[in-house]
């Protein structure tokens, strides 16, 4: 593993793509629409995992919500309902969706029973648990990401994450390289890479796990609906320009006749990591002559018992 993973994204286009966001007025619903349906279902199978983990959190941040999964949010407020929690959003027009939708009315009961929910950024070191739901995948800097989060946690507090893995896309990277293009998608990580990444930043037994989610589609029409989802081709060679009705209907027989020649329906393979980490205690550097806080020293101490 390199400092330079990932290697084939555009910062420009990751920060363009952090940055968009439509307003409801844009939609033809005049509402702007639900989070992905994959990363929904991916969040749903993360917050299973959390059964595993003992500490329950008295305050925990839900990383870029919208996107990550708004359904999947209200699971962790019910599995943690006396936890205050934070929402980041890294886009205004984002960041107002999740409060119309995370926010109870001032007449709801609830709004007098649950911890409170605060749509900012959280001080460092507050966190017990921090969540990002398919998001590093998307990163042009995820190790300066990750350590953000370490510095967010309190010590003992433990990032839940998941993203896409290498073998994502991998029937389109097959079509576009039989079709002579530019690759669809940008390079993904491998979750072992993820692991030395976290343990780099300072976090202590990260855990990664893998699996496979297989897409079907009735037509190349919603297999490339739900790509426009999912997220845009941050690769760095991708197609400098606009491409027309003529490349679009030339995919769609491409598409179309990659599944008749399988004699099966039109799938995409998406592989997901899952990750897991604690933040533990820091280290006391012991020198010739070593000054350490009162609290650091407290700290130790309280270990020690």
Same mark, same amino acid.
């Given at each position: 593993?390199?400092?330079?993973?990932? *290697?084939?994204?555009?910062?420009?286009?990751?920060?363009? %793509? #952090? #940055?968009?966001?439509?307003?409801?007025?844009? &939609?033809?619903?005049?509402?702007?629409?639900?989070?992905?349906?994959? !990363?929904?279902?991916?969040?749903?199978?993360?917050?299973?995992?959390?059964?595993?983990?003992?500490?329950?959190?008295?305050? &925990?941040?839900?990383?870029?919500?919208?996107?990550?999964?708004?359904?999947? !949010?209200?699971?962790?407020?019910?599995?943690?309902?006396?936890?205050?929690?934070?929402?980041?959003?890294?886009?205004?027009?984002?960041?107002?969706?999740?409060?119309?939708?995370?926010?109870? *009315? %001032? %007449?709801?009961?609830?709004? &007098?029973?649950?911890?409170?929910? $605060? +749509?900012?950024?959280? =001080?460092?070191?507050?966190?017990? /648990?921090?969540?990002?739901?398919?998001?590093?995948?998307?990163?042009?800097? =995820?190790? #300066?990401?990750?350590? !953000?989060?370490? $510095?967010?946690?309190?010590?003992?507090?433990?990032? /839940?994450?998941?993203?896409?893995?290498?073998?994502?896309?991998?029937?389109?990277?097959?079509?576009?390289?039989?079709?002579?293009?530019?690759? *669809?998608?940008?390079?993904?990580?491998?979750?072992?890479? &993820?692991?030395? /990444?976290?343990?780099?930043?300072?976090?202590?037994?990260?855990?990664?796990?893998?699996? @496979?989610?297989?897409?079907? +589609?009735?037509?190349?029409?919603?297999?490339?609906?739900?790509?426009?989802?999912?997220?845009?081709?941050? !690769?760095?060679?991708?197609?400098?320009?606009? @491409?027309?009705?003529?490349?679009?209907? @030339?995919?769609?027989?491409?598409?179309?006749?990659?599944?008749?020649?399988?004699?099966?329906?039109?799938?995409?393979?998406?592989?997901?990591?899952?990750?897991?980490? +604690?933040?533990?205690?820091? $280290?006391?550097?012991?020198?010739?002559?070593?000054?350490?806080?009162?609290?650091?020293?407290?700290?130790?101490?309280?270990?020690?018992?």
């Amino acid at each position: 593993m390199t400092h330079e993973l990932p *290697p084939t994204i555009d910062p420009v286009a990751a920060a363009r %793509w #952090a #940055a968009l966001s439509m307003p409801a007025s844009a &939609w033809p619903s005049g509402e702007a629409p639900a989070s992905a349906w994959l !990363h929904e279902e991916v969040a749903r199978r993360m917050e299973e995992r959390l059964a595993w983990i003992k500490l329950r959190p008295q305050q &925990w941040a839900h990383w870029e919500a919208v996107r990550g999964g708004l359904q999947a !949010h209200q699971l962790l407020a019910q599995r943690y309902p006396d936890a205050g929690c934070f929402v980041v959003e890294s886009s205004p027009v984002r960041l107002q969706r999740a409060r119309d939708v995370l926010s109870k *009315p %001032w %007449w709801h009961p609830g709004r &007098w029973k649950a911890a409170p929910t $605060r +749509f900012e950024a959280p =001080p460092e070191g507050s966190l017990q /648990m921090l969540w990002a739901n398919m998001l590093l995948h998307q990163v042009a800097d =995820p190790q #300066a990401l990750i350590a !953000h989060w370490h $510095r967010t946690l309190a010590v003992d507090g433990f990032l /839940m994450f998941s993203c896409f893995g290498p073998d994502t896309l991998r029937e389109l990277r097959e079509l576009y390289r039989a079709l002579g293009w530019p690759a *669809p998608a940008h390079e993904f990580t491998d979750m072992h890479d &993820w692991g030395d /990444m976290l343990v780099q930043a300072g976090f202590a037994e990260p855990v990664m796990d893998m699996e @496979r989610i297989t897409l079907t +589609f009735a037509t190349p029409q919603r297999l490339l609906q739900e790509l426009r989802e999912l997220g845009r081709n941050l !690769h760095p060679g991708r197609f400098a320009g606009l @491409r027309g009705r003529g490349w679009l209907q @030339r995919l769609h027989e491409a598409l179309a006749a990659q599944a008749a020649g399988d004699g099966a329906p039109l799938s995409l393979t998406f592989e997901i990591n899952y990750g897991h980490a +604690f933040k533990p205690a820091p $280290r006391l550097r012991v020198q010739a002559e070593s000054l350490v806080s009162l609290e650091e020293m407290r700290r130790t101490l309280r270990q020690r018992k």
